[in-house]
């Protein structure tokens, strides 16, 4: 049976998932309070106009695709601490040890940061003319909100060394607390920025991507000295020392974490994409992007759900490996598959069911409200086959194999699903719809092909040490 599932009792299976929970539920209540922020900021934008709330939907596409791609690349700390914490544990490794991966994640953080901005920055003119059709707000909100977005970056990458170190060394609680802390702070700012209040200026929808930007750094630097205080991680040594670059570690680094970044990407860039073109559809643009942007923003937090099974799988299945238990490892893909697809209908039911009464909380524009509504059960119909490809995606990263699912991505994203879903929507006569259709086969055809490939890998592993 698919990952040994069978050879284990149902106290062996509850045990496991209780593991895998403990891990996972603080990392989705951080990400539920990142993506949070998001959905702040679409529905005061919203309450500004559908232009403001269209401009931060195009804006924040943009940020979205930089920001995951230089996270995917940053993911590659999780199974490299992982691994390390597993051979501490073992006897075969020290603790300094790992105290000086995170200084250099922290250094790495640092660099993919500024690149990240400068990308951003750099996309705002190009952006401008290709969007030259749309309304003159809507151009001028969303050049400011880049602008300001742009700031986050840097504190955006240091934050994910410190996630990737606390979670990895199983204390993910701190990152849960830091980021809610975080989130209300963002609620005021942006409540001050969008509407300006207490002598600020309004910003409209611009103000989001300010107030964004403040909470990315005091996330950080909440986080960063949450752990420097913390007694747990004193044995790790973190904060013991000042380290220099070390370039070859960089090298090591990009090596897993390129290919996770590109797998992210083109995730990513199937939705960035698809919006980029929906404002290009024949009729009332504004209306398709905000439906977009609010189907966007409820499937990114339905998606937090198997997103954090799937890194607690990396951090579970990646100590496994580093205390050479590939046996241990096997399993516990199994049950992060399993539990996530459980879970995964219970979400399903959820948006089919309230899929209108959802979108009624970003806007009161009927037109919009009916669009988003017919793209949310889109959304829905696809919940099971994410559900797979996400969590056997992160489990192999566990392994260190990221170079396979990122041709996976690549063939089903884009081969079955951007491109079928701009010959649907333009040629078809299906318009966003099209698009959608497109998706649930693109997630389909990558989950098939993630868990093929996790079950036969997994077992490859254990016959190797027999």
């Not at 990122?406 to 063939?411: E, L, P, V």
């Amino acid at each position: 049976m698919l990952l040994n599932l069978n050879r284990h009792s149902f106290a062996d299976y509850k045990k496991e998932f209780i593991a895998l929970a403990t891990l996972a539920l603080p990392m989705f209540l951080s990400q539920i309070a990142q993506v949070g922020t998001g959905f702040v900021d679409t529905v005061m934008a919203g309450s500004v106009s559908k232009e403001d709330l269209s401009a931060v939907g195009l804006g924040n596409s943009l940020f979205i695709t930089i920001y995951i791609t230089l996270l995917g690349v940053m993911t590659a700390l999780n199974p490299l601490i992982a691994q390390q914490y597993g051979a501490v544990n073992k006897g075969d490794a020290k603790a300094g040890d790992i105290g000086e991966l995170g200084r250099q994640g922290l250094w790495y953080g640092l660099l993919m940061g500024v690149i990240g901005m400068v990308l951003i920055w750099t996309a705002i003119l190009p952006f401008e003319h290709y969007f030259g059709h749309l309304s003159t707000n809507t151009l001028a909100v969303t050049k400011e909100y880049l602008w300001f977005i742009g700031l986050a970056m840097p504190a955006a990458m240091i934050h994910r060394t410190l996630h990737a170190y606390a979670s990895s060394l199983n204390k993910p609680k701190v990152i849960m607390i830091v980021s809610w802390l975080c989130f209300f702070a963002n609620i005021p700012l942006n409540y001050v920025f969008v509407y300006g209040k207490f002598g600020m200026p309004a910003l409209g929808g611009a103000g989001c991507g300010l107030a964004t930007a403040i909470v990315f750094w005091l996330n950080a630097i909440v986080l960063g000295i949450y752990i420097a205080k913390d007694r747990y991680f004193h044995e790790f040594g973190l904060m013991d020392k000042f380290s220099l670059p070390d370039i070859k570690l960089f090298g090591d680094i990009t090596k897993l974490g390129i290919p996770i970044g590109l797998s992210f990407f083109i995730e990513v860039s199937l939705f960035s994409c698809i919006m980029f073109l929906v404002a290009r559809l024949d009729g009332n643009t504004e209306n398709y992007v905000a439906a977009q942007q609010i189907a966007i923003n409820i499937t990114s937090l339905i998606f937090m759900i198997p997103q954090s099974l799937g890194v607690a799988s990396t951090i579970r299945v990646g100590m496994a490996m580093g205390r050479r238990e590939p046996e241990s490892a096997r399993y516990s893909s199994g049950v992060a598959l399993s539990g996530a697809v459980a879970i995964s209908f219970l979400t399903a039911a959820f948006l089919v069911i309230g899929r209108e009464q959802l979108a009624t909380l970003y806007t009161k524009d009927t037109a919009v409200i009916t669009i988003a509504s017919a793209i949310i059960f889109y959304a829905a119909a696809f919940q099971l086959v994410d559900a797979v490809q996400c969590v056997a995606s992160y489990a192999l990263r566990g392994y260190k194999v990221t170079t396979v699912p990122m041709i996976i991505h690549i063939i089903a994203f884009w081969g079955c699903g951007l491109l079928p879903g701009i010959v649907l929507a333009f040629y078809m006569g299906m318009g966003i719809y099209g698009f959608w259709t497109a998706l649930v086969i693109s997630l389909a055809v990558a989950a098939v092909f993630l868990g093929w490939y996790l079950e036969r890998y997994s077992k490859r592993m254990v016959s190797m040490i027999h």
